[in-house]
């Protein structure tokens, strides 16, 4: 299988061809259509099996094929365990959204409020963020997640097993109960 099969938008598949990328690792050819297709999706692989793209391409498709209608917040979270974890995401986001007009904002822990106030502010399309971080936004009410239609849940067992069920929990309970969660 190629990644044209995949029936990605074209700014993405260039994204993706640019990369070097041919054909999809397993992980992501059992996870990108059924995503693709609005589908829940639970994938757990080894490190370095392409897990990232397999939730950040159906995201970005997912943008592109949202209406442009007015809302208060970013369509799409990824929530992750660490700040590492953030940075890569973004990076992949970056590297696969080069090519579409979206706008993404990372928040996470040990960063100035004040940056992170000013790129909310501007409404991003995507929010990539660690939980604590994003507690302390939703208690200021820096950050509305009231039109997410996308919640991605990175290394969701390791948010478990590092004492952030509380978090996710509180931040779920936040987003709209009709979304897809990958």
Do not use: W
């Amino acid at each position: 299988m190629s990644f044209s099969k995949l029936q990605l938008a074209p700014a993405i598949l260039k994204a993706v061809t640019n990369c070097g990328y041919k054909h999809p690792t397993p992980v992501q050819a059992e996870a990108i259509p059924p995503a693709l297709g609005g589908r829940d999706v639970i994938a757990s692989a080894q490190t370095g099996t392409g897990k990232t793209a397999a939730f950040v391409l159906p995201a970005l498709q997912r943008l592109l094929q949202s209406s442009p209608k007015s809302r208060k917040g970013p369509s799409v979270l990824i929530l992750t365990p660490t700040r590492e974890l953030a940075e890569q995401i973004t990076q992949a986001t970056r590297t696969y959204g080069r090519h579409l007009p979206f706008k993404s904002v990372t928040i996470v822990g040990g960063m100035p409020y004040r940056d992170q106030f000013r790129a909310l502010d501007q409404k991003p399309d995507l929010l990539i963020a660690t939980p604590g971080r994003l507690i302390d936004h939703m208690e200021r009410g820096s950050v509305d997640l009231s039109s997410v239609h996308l919640l991605v849940l990175d290394e969701a067992d390791r948010m478990l097993d590092m004492g952030f069920i509380d978090d996710v929990e509180k931040i779920t309970a936040a987003v709209p109960g009709k979304r897809q969660t990958l």
